[in-house]
């Protein structure tokens, strides 16, 4: 499943611990993929508190918590500071419990109740508070042990997908250098490989591409460190490649005098048109004032209507609507670039 859906799924789960409508979540999917840092986009965006609780690092007694004798002589358990407290977390938030699957059987039983119960012992999750949790698939190579059937039956499921549009809109959103965005257009069976069988120690995911936007922004200056260091992240095959594209993109046509309505070629090359349209994107995203600067965003719509494949002109627009919204629409050009490439408008 995509994240851009796994992302309105646990909003919404988020939202119905309000009417007692929540149930908790369980995000499957290979490493790098996104699960930890969905979640932690959700808490940021709803500006709500977030447990963390990596059950792999973790006792059974951690979480259940430490028996100790009352002045009475009986027995109760101390509650474990990290679990939600209203009073000390507020009372909305996600309990997150990560590495779910690469517990030990003991750990992963004491989280039985906790999880569809909402209770361990003496203690109750405040009703405001979601429960989510992730962990790798068996076959993924990572340290994971079968998950019980009981514990199982306590969440609802949800695999998933690496998806370069996803990626995409998170890109622009965090200012990933336009480099990567142009790259994983051209090849976008690079944005996740992983191979269990093989176990590599590097591979090109969602994750370590944020690691090469690092390697951009830290070597940039000094091509045999980035080299090197995209290696590092990416994995031998991908780290190359990547670098090859980096050194021919150097024929890249003059982007201002696009943007200042200049007549410029578009490149016979596929992987320089995917790098044109993210350069463009990258400067559209810059502009700040539309009113001051529409021409320049006219002049890329011209320019969409040259690519020798409609579909590269449709996607540059469509990267232009996820920065500019209905701003787009009421460029001059909008309209006839409409009619002429995807046909959505008559006269």
């Known amino acids: 499943m995509r ?16 009417d007692g409508t929540h149930t908790p979540v369980m995000l499957w999917g290979p490493p790098g993929v996104g699960k930890s840092q969905i979640v932690a986009q959700i808490a940021e965006e709803r500006k709500t508190h977030l447990i963390d609780i990596r059950l792999s690092q973790l006792e059974p007694s951690d979480l259940r918590g430490i028996p100790f004798r009352t002045d009475k002589g009986d027995v109760e358990w101390a509650i474990p500071r990290m679990l939600p407290d209203v009073e000390r977390h507020g ?3 996600i309990l997150f419990l990560d590495e779910i699957n690469a517990a030990p059987p003991s750990v992963s039983a004491a989280a039985y ?15 405001g508070w979601a429960i989510f949790a992730a962990g790798n698939r068996q076959g993924d190579r990572g340290v994971a042990f079968v998950m019980p059937a009981p514990l199982s039956n306590r969440f609802s499921h949800y695999e998933l ?12 959103e965090h200012d990933i250098d336009q480099h990567l965005i142009g790259f994983l257009r051209f090849r976008p069976e690079l944005l996740f490989e992983y191979i269990a069988e093989q176990n590599p120690i590097a591979f090109p995911s969602p994750r370590t ?16 460190l980035l080299s090197v260091a995209l290696e590092a992240a990416l994995g031998q095959s991908a780290g190359i490649e990547f670098m090859a594209y980096l050194e021919h993109i150097e024929k890249l046509p003059d982007i201002d005098a696009i943007l200042r309505g200049e007549k410029v070629d578009v490149p016979e090359e596929v992987d320089l048109q995917y790098a044109i349209a993210a350069a463009l994107t990258r400067r559209a995203k ?5 009113k001051k600067e529409r021409d320049k965003l006219e002049n890329i719509l011209l320019f969409a209507n040259k690519f020798p494949q409609r579909e590269m002109g449709v996607m540059l627009v469509s990267d232009l609507h996820r920065i500019l919204e209905d701003e787009l629409f009421k460029l001059d050009q909008f309209t006839p670039w409409a009619q002429d490439t995807v046909g959505l408008f008559t006269e």
């Open 286 to 290: 810059g502009i700040t004032d539309i």
């Open 161 to 172: 997908d690496a998806n370069l549009e996803d990626w995409v809109s998170w890109a622009m």
């Open 3 to 18: 994240l851009s859906l796994i992302k309105k799924i646990l909003r919404y789960e988020l939202d119905a611990t309000c």
């Open 91 to 93: 009372e909305r938030g």
């Open 209 to 224: 591409w944020e690691f090469a936007d690092r390697a951009l922004k830290k070597f940039q200056d000094t091509p045999e």
């Open 113 to 127: 109740q906790l999880i569809l119960d909402r209770k361990l012992g003496n203690y109750t999750v405040p009703e």
